[in-house]
């Protein structure tokens, strides 16, 4: 049986407000491939399909792709993007547990900012105790 929803074709989208995947690649420094798999898990929805079968995306592409990059790099897994995603597209986000991982990696980046801030203080202070010993240079020792 035939579905009763006919898929988004040319048509309907203006063709000069539509790119194919490579201009997108190009165009967001994301490979071919990359895009690809995110549109087959989910993450990516092209805007239409050319007669060829081509994908096709609206500028929208390039918010998704910086976002899915921020989340990628901080290791927030495929699932939870996804989720992240369609909250964004739909404008409404009311599942608790997807504001709590959120909230979770923020705690985490912010552990994070203060365990990196404590080891540049460690290493200032280093640096100011063997600025302290005169800057002589080191011996070059016998066996040398």
């Not at 420094?29 to 989910?42: A, L, P």
């Not at 608790?96 to 994070?112: C, H, P, S, V, Y």
């Amino acid at each position: 049986m035939e579905s009763q929803v006919a898929p988004r074709q040319l048509a309907e989208c203006p063709a000069q407000e539509l790119e194919k995947i490579g201009a997108v690649a190009t165009r967001s420094g994301v490979s071919v491939k990359t895009i690809r798999f995110y549109c087959d898990q989910g993450l990516l929805q092209p805007s239409a399909r050319s007669e060829g079968r081509y994908r096709l995306f609206d500028a929208s592409v390039y918010g998704e792709l910086a976002l899915i990059r921020t989340l990628r790099a901080l290791d927030i897994p495929l699932p939870t993007i996804t989720a992240v995603l369609e909250a964004r597209r739909s404008g409404v986000c009311t599942c608790d547990n997807l504001q709590a991982t959120i909230r979770a990696k923020a705690g985490e980046i912010e552990q994070r900012i203060a365990d990196l801030q404590s080891l540049h203080n460690e290493l200032n202070g280093l640096l100011r105790t063997w600025q302290r010993c005169g800057g002589r240079p080191v011996q070059a020792s016998a066996g040398s």
